[in-house]
């Protein structure tokens, strides 16, 4: 952003990881500017002596890549204690309300496009429907999308690139989904930039906000990747955009018992979920120490 409940958040966050640290960007910036600056005379380079001392070499070290994809901490919350009531909503209502994240036409077919994971969030997959039909593709990773990108045959005769192109300086949100015909495919092209993509998944989640942070919550039908299908199961993504520090949490439907709260922690933000033998899911702010299972 693993996750189907269809992740929505493929095409937006794959800008992240090419990144690795955030560093990368502004080294890039500063290496640019410093030509720039230098190349015009605005800047004078000292001229270095190469008979001087010369200072030890210092061996770069890879700064590991935070995923964009994280596993809750789990906690166990006083019942009788959840904190202030955050908001609610239907589990069956909002299930897959996602769908239709994109309406694009491909080929002669308009079809809501959107995206979904295996349980565990490592299989990704793009999803196509249109009215009853919904169609699945699988892809390799998040960053498949980038570079070459991915080709998808949609349908017999209609075959899509979808790539994205990272905007170094504005990643999460300035860069541009590309999807394009491709193999003699006869249908329009697309663009749209990632901001754009970001802002359909938050105005298809639930969102509450727990101190200055705000949170998107989806709720969607995993994948199973044995047979590239729709598995029996569900999952809500949890989602915190915040640059290139965006994160979204998982947690299986599985593990929300009837009346028995389940503590997660989103980061440093924890809250509580207490599901209802109705179906309404309630979130609550919570203060309760991590408790490690």
Do not use: C
């Not at 300086?169 to 495919?185: A, E, I, K, M, Y």
């Not at 995993?222 to 047979?227: G, K, L, N, R, V």
Request: proline share 8%.
């Amino acid at each position: 952003m693993k996750r189907p409940l269809a992740l929505l958040l493929p095409f937006a966050l794959a800008a992240v990881p090419v990144l690795a640290a955030a560093g990368e960007s502004e080294s890039l910036r500063n290496a640019s500017e410093e030509g720039f600056y230098s190349s015009h005379g605005l800047i004078t380079l000292p001229v270095l002596n190469p008979d001087a001392p010369q200072p030890p070499e210092i061996v770069p070290v890879e700064t590991p890549r935070e995923p964009v994809i994280v596993k809750p901490e789990i906690f166990t919350p006083d019942f009788n204690s959840l904190g202030a009531p955050l908001g609610s909503f239907n589990l069956l209502a909002r299930l897959n309300t996602h769908r239709d994240l994109m309406t694009l036409q491909l080929g002669n077919t308009v079809w809501n496009v959107s995206s979904a994971a295996d349980p565990k969030f490592e299989m990704l997959y793009l999803t196509f429907q249109n009215k009853d039909r919904v169609l699945t593709r699988r892809i390799k990773d998040l960053n498949s999308l980038r570079g070459e990108g991915v080709i998808v045959e949609v349908e017999p005769g209609v075959s899509y690139r979808f790539k994205v192109s990272v905007n170094i300086f504005s990643p999460v949100r300035g860069s541009t989904l590309h999807v394009t015909p491709v193999n003699g495919t006869q249908g329009p092209a697309h663009s749209m930039k990632t901001g754009a993509v970001l802002d359909a998944v938050k105005r298809e989640s639930f969102v509450f906000k727990s101190g200055d942070k705000e949170f998107w919550v989806l709720f969607g039908t995993d994948m199973d990747p044995q047979t590239n299908d729709f598995a029996q199961t569900r999952s809500l993504l949890f989602i915190n955009e915040a640059g290139l520090s965006s994160k979204a949490w998982p947690v299986p439907e599985s593990s929300l018992a009837d009346d028995k709260p389940l503590g997660i922690a989103l980061g440093e933000t924890r809250i509580s979920l207490l599901k209802g033998a109705d179906g309404m899911l309630k979130f609550f702010s919570a203060d309760t120490r991590v408790v490690r299972r």
